[in-house]
Structure formats: structure tokens, C-alpha cells
């Protein structure tokens, strides 16, 4: 079947995949020639296997030095259920299991052993090294999480900084240093700290491909509950700024039947790991958070991350967006941008003591500020902050899908720019454009300004489409700012280009709103995200069994292929992606029966042209006597979509009472506007009857006609 001299069969057969992702191998290689390693890689690009398979590959043991005793915990289980002699040690154990743990490691039992820094070093722990590396063999240090040894990045752990210690005492074993943050300063000193030799250094792109990124407005909590619900099942993470914010969310959602968890450092430790967990373990879908939720959190399968106010910086908003499907599966990343955020921050600024501090904050907003305001690319205007440049064109962006047109606005710049002149360069943005609004504020009336001959002039456009202009004008270097904190605008020598009618001023104005539309799902598709949420199910259950986490079982991806596949032999079932050896004789069974037997009722199913499994869950609700508003709750689906499925099961020609949802006259009206125009075009029917009727009542009805005929039909044959 394989050759089983190859890295790749090592690779299907303990962690049941068939491709190494990009820079995985090259690292792999360099362990496994006992080469110092440094790898920068995004989150999710695989850094685990990195170091997990050359441990397995070689004899003796992999130390890996991790700092979160939970990352720990988690990584272990992961491993163990792959079939792999995986341990840790931490202050969480008494001693006596401690000791159990070391006798299993010199029965070599185990491959990798997990342990904290501050651990690993304490003379107990090193004399127990020494033994091994006599009776065993040290294969390598894996640090993950590296950037903690640097006072630069951004998470320094000073426990960290006594690794270099382990060079002293085991010159010759290997060290393999894993992260996701560094800058250019933080890998060298990462290098510096740990004293690598010459290591194998590897940058992996910071292009995240799989997540799919946008601005919207925010226009407040329906729309965010909105988004929520058209993401039915699935986890994500919401953040805001403060735990006040937090709280308030997590409540807010939990009173409309939503199932969300707060998460922020104001809770107490047990409350805090419990609602982790419980995300973890798939109890709960949707956690609201301050940053404090985060590191340490390995969930693959998260497949949308929401800020509902502005991220500190670009870094912080790239590394909290990522946390999104690490699993390299499409996932959104949705910042919902109000200016206000922004004054606020700024509001903050001001107060700031020392100028330095002022300054970088400054820079910081405005870099999060150009992302949120940007028209290219968000990919190009990420990836710049790293250092890394990209082409754009990404069409994984709002901006991309959907460019925003250019318009030429030079008369309204040349007016603005006239108004910023005549009220002598003292004022900024807002001021300017309450002149130009001819705002009849006192300060403005006071000052005289009133009699300016721009005064008024722009009332033709919104305040914010003049703010619009403003901050294109401040980006494309058309107007400065100062920025002593007032930010009064001043003309530059292209301020008076553009007066003087020597230059163009072309903006962005952003694209109508739009919502992204998910095409009609075909029956096929329908088919198999139905399996899909059986097997969801069933690695749930599972999962609970065990009491692990459900991705480590399998991940989404590996549900997902199996459901289009629908592999019905255990021969079948082990070309699955993420299926191994131990996993497939663990849970090939389970699956393979949950897969065949929703093979054959479908095929049933599909015979008897009968409503599909979704629609008559709905009708069975609907029968009972729930409302539409109950089994959309329940089912965790859109009111409109339990309306479609009533249409459709009418049409078939079951018979639903729906005076509860369209009282007897409306339903005249209705039926007398289709004898008019027919019962083709829902728009037609609506255009004849007033604007009080709903598109959903007028399919209920509709569904009702032709139901009615269809059972006539079927009565003459
Ligand atoms: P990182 O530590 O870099 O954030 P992980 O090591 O947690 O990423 O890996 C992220 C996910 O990708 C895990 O679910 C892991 O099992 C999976 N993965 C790693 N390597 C591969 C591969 N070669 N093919 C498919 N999936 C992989
Ligand atoms: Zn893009």
C-alpha cells in the first residue's frame, strides 16, 4: 500500500495525512539531521508536526518546553489519540503520578515529553535529563511559543530566558525553536537568547489564504445577532475592548436564545477555564471575549472571528482574527468599524503622559484605522505591516469581491480645500465641514464665519462623505495634519496644486452595502452537510466519551470529506484525510456505520420525491403546534428559511394550517393578486397587493394553490 521508507507514509500513518504543507518538510529534514532549527509560522500552518514526527522517528525522547500548562494538556490528548506515547509533567501532578510518568518514560513508552520552563529547569528535573540522555537517548529541545525568551516580543516570560541554560548542560542536543510572532529584532534574538548554531531558518509566508476578511459598518446589535445566526453550529469568537462590553454582549445574546459564553481576565480562574472548555468541547458555539481569550486556545475548527470594536493595533487584530480556522478551512474574519472607536482611542491618547508613548500609539491607530478605511486589498495592507508584500487581488477580501469604484471629486476637494484657507489653516475636519454644512453652531457664528463665501457650499453631501474626502485627501498627502493631539489641518504645496486646478483628486467611495449571498444549496450539497451534522454529532458523543475535545477526533475537514465521499468500508474509510492508523481502528467503525446507514435512508428518501430530512423536521415541529419563530430558535436556523421549507412541503401537497401565519383575508388578497398575474414572479404578485404583505406570506399561499392542484392532478390519474 505505501512505501513505508518515505516521510509522507510516516505522515499518513501517524497522523493520517497525505502532504506536508509548505515548509514542513525542510524543517522535518533539518531534525531529523540534528540541526538547530527556527521557524516562523503562522498560526495554524502546522508547527506541531514539525517537531512531533522527526520524535517519532527517531529513538529516545523530544523535550518539548511549552508554556501553558492547558496547550499542554490539550497537545497531549490530541497525540495520545493518534495512537502516540505523548506525556507531560507540570506543578498540576502530585508526585506520585510524576514518578509513574518517568517510569513509563524508561520503559520507553513515550516519544514526547511536555513540560514548563520553569520545570525543565530545576535540578530535579535536569538530573532526571541526565538519566535518560544515559539510558535512553535526548533527541532535541522543541521551544514553542519561542518569541517568550524575547524582551521585544510580545509576550515575554522571564522563565523563558533561563533556557539558555540547557545549551551549557547538552551542548550537542539539538534545539528546535517554533513561533508565530517575530519580528526581524525578535527571531535574532531568539537565536541570541537560546544560543541556536547556525540554525535551519525558516519564514513562512504570514498569508493566511483560507480566512476571508471584511469591514462592515457597524450599525449595531441586530446586525451582529444576524451574522451569528447565519452561521448556524458554527464556533466563533467575538471581541470587544472591555469586559464591561463583554458582558453585556454574552447577556444580550444569551437572552435571544443564542448560546454564548463571556470570557475576560475579571472572572474568576475557574469560570474562566470552564467557559473555555466548554468551547472547546463544542457545548457552546460562540464565545465573547476580551483579549485575554486567546493564546492557548488550539480549537482548529473556530470558523469566525468578530471584532465588534476596533483592535488596538494591526498585530493584535491579524493575531486575534487568526485564531480562526487554524484547520485551513474557509473562515471569516468581519471587523465591525465605527468611527467612533477611533476618537475614543484617541480621546485615550491625549491623556498619555510622555510623547513617545503618544507617538507610537498614534502610528498604531492610524494603522488599524487604514485597514478599516482602506479600498485595496486587506490582505496587501496586512501583510505590509510584516514586511511581506503582496500583489492584492486576493479574492478572499470584501475589497477584492467587491472593489470600490473611483470617483473624480475634484470640486468638492477643491471647496474643501478653499474652506480649510479661509478659516486660516486653525481648524480641523469637523470644523471645516460643519462650515461647508453651513451649521448654524454658535462658534461658527461667533467667529464670523457665517459670511465665508464657502460657507454652505457642501450641502450637497454628507458629513460623512466629507470626512470620507478628508481622510482620502490626508492619505494621499493632499493635506497635512499636525500632530500635536488638535489635528488642525494645513495646506500643503499639493493642497494649492488642486486649488489651482493643476491636479485631479480621485477617491474610493465605498460600494453600496451589500451582503454576501450563499448560493441555494443543492440537494447534493444539502445531502451532505445533513451527514455532515451526523457525524458532527456522533464526534461529539464520542468526544464526550472520552471526555476529549471533538477535533481531536477529527477535524471539520476530515467530517467534511466524508460527507461528500461517503466512504462505506473501513478500505474506503482510510484514504479519508486525517485518518491514521489508531484512528482508524478506533473510530472506523462508529463512522463507517453512521455513513451507510444515512446512505440508505436518503436513497429511500429520494425516491419517494419526499420532503427532505430539514423540511420535515420543520413540518414535524410545525405540527406539533411550535410557532416559526420557535423552530428557527430551535433549529437554530433563519425564520425565513422554516417559511421556505412550509412553502415547499405545501407545494408537495401537505396539508399545514397556515391561518396562524396568514390570517383568511390576507390570504383572499393574495390569491385574488395571483388569479391576476399568474403565481410565476413573487415580485409581480407583491407589486399588485400593498407593501404590508411579505414575500413569505405570498409563498405560503402560493405553496397552498399549488398544492391543492397538485393533489388534484394526482386525484384525475
Ligand atoms: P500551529 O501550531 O502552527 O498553529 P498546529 O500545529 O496546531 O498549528 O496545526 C494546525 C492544524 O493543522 C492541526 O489541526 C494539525 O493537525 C493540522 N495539520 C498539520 N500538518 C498538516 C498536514 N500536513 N496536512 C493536514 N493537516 C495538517
Ligand atoms: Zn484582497
Redesign the pocket.
Known sequence: MYQLNTLEAS?KQF?G?D???PG?RTIIEAALQGQDVLAI?P???????CFQLPALLKPGLTVVVSPLIALMQDQVDALRDNGIGATFLNSSLSLEEARSRQTEIFQGRIKLLYVAPERLLTVSFLNFLDQVRDRLSLTGFAIDEAHCVSEWGHDFRPEYRQLSQLRDRYPQIPMFAFT?TATERVQQDIIHQLRLQQPSHHVASFNRPNLYYEVRPREGYGQLRQAILERPGQSGIIYCISRKRVDELALKLQTDGINALPYHAGLNAETRSEHQTRFIRDDVPIIVATIAFGMGI?K?DVRFVFHYELPRNLEGYYQESGRAG???EPASCILFYSRGDANKVEYFIRQKPDEQEQRIAYQQLNQVVDYAEGSSCRRTIQLSYFGEEFPGSCANCDNCQNPSPIEDWTIEAQKFLSCVARCREQFGAKYIIDVLRGSKQKRILQKGHDQLSTYGIGKDRTADQWQLLARSLRHQGFVDETTDGYRVLRLNPLSWEILKQQRQVEIRVPRQATTQTTASATPRAEQAQLLFEQLRQLRKRLADEQSLAP?MIF?DSSLRFMSQQQPKTLEAFAQV?GVGAAKLSRYGEPFVTVIRAFAQQYRRRVNRSHPSDTQQFTLDLYRQGCTVAEIAAQRDLRQTTIMSHLSEVLEMGHAIDVDALVPPERQEKITGAIAQVGDFSLTEIRNKLDESYTYGEIRLVRGVLRGQQRSEQQGKI
Open positions: 505522515l497522523f495525512y502532504q506536508f504543507r514542513q509560522m498560526t495554524g500552518a502546522g508547527k506541531s508536526l508565530a488550539n482548529p487554524r484547520d485551513n477535533y477535524a484525510p
